[in-house]
């Protein structure tokens, strides 16, 4: 299994710029989730979602959608870029079914100016 | 809101020494405290983990310990080796089963050969 795989690895967007960050697993789990990592912060959540179809917002989810058409994929939307989403951004799936271990991505390190 | 404290923020040891990262929540309902560990350039992984019916857990070099009274759980590292140099993240779950969690702030764990 590749786990969870995370594209691209870095990117460097304009104010206003649009874009959608991409994220796949092949372990069929059910949940997956979007975590942005600030410098010297713990990781935060954007956005969850417990299954195809099904989505929800976390604790820090305004100027990001996302959608939950498979459950491979799990792609995160920034419409606008501001330079307050500077971040560098995992994603993660666990099964559930009373197992929690969650399964991180490798990252996705952005840069608005 | 609910939080999670997380000290301290870096720790140095000899090569060899014991290592003691501590963390304190605040949502009562908490049941699940999984410790992560991040190394440069990479997505988090599990190293260990604690239910809140258990006091302590232990894993080679690594353990767990809980404290449900205190709100209080620590990872301990013995005889620490370079490549446990890493960022360490604890976490707990946002109530019972939600398998959402709330991360500590890291700590930057180096150890010096």
């Known amino acids: 299994n590749a786990g969870v795989t995370q594209t691209p690895k870095f990117r460097i967007l304009k104010i206003g710029q649009s874009m959608t960050l991409q994220c796949t697993q092949d372990?069929?789990?059910?949940?997956m989730y979007w975590y942005r990592q600030d410098p010297g912060m713990g990781l935060k959540l954007i956005y969850y979602?417990?299954?195809?179809?099904?989505?929800d917002k976390g604790e820090v989810p305004n100027g990001y959608n996302v959608s939950r058409s498979t459950t491979e994929d799990f792609p995160l939307r920034l419409e606008l870029a501001a330079p307050s989403q500077t971040s560098v951004y995992f994603c993660?799936?666990?099964?559930?079914?009373?197992?929690?271990?969650?399964?991180f991505g490798p990252g996705t390190r952005l840069l608005v100016l | 809101g609910e939080n999670v404290e997380q000290h301290p923020s870096t720790l140095s040891v000899q090569e060899g020494d014991s290592a003691v990262i501590k963390c304190t929540y605040s949502d009562s309902a908490s049941n699940y405290f999984p410790w992560y560990k991040q190394e440069l350039g990479k997505g988090p992984q599990l190293i260990i983990d604690i239910r809140s019916n258990v006091g302590e857990k232990k894993d080679q070099r690594i353990a767990v310990t809980l404290n449900k009274t205190a709100k209080h759980f620590s990872l301990h590292i013995t005889e620490t080796q370079p490549e446990d140099s890493a960022v360490y993240f604890c976490a707990a779950s946002r109530g019972a089963g939600t398998y959402k969690y709330i991360f500590g702030t890291g700590t930057r764990l180096k150890v010096l050969a």
């Open positions: 993660a799936s666990n099964i559930g079914r009373r197992q929690e271990t969650q399964y």
């Open positions: 372990m069929n789990h059910n949940y």
């Open positions: 979602s417990v299954g195809a179809g099904i989505t």
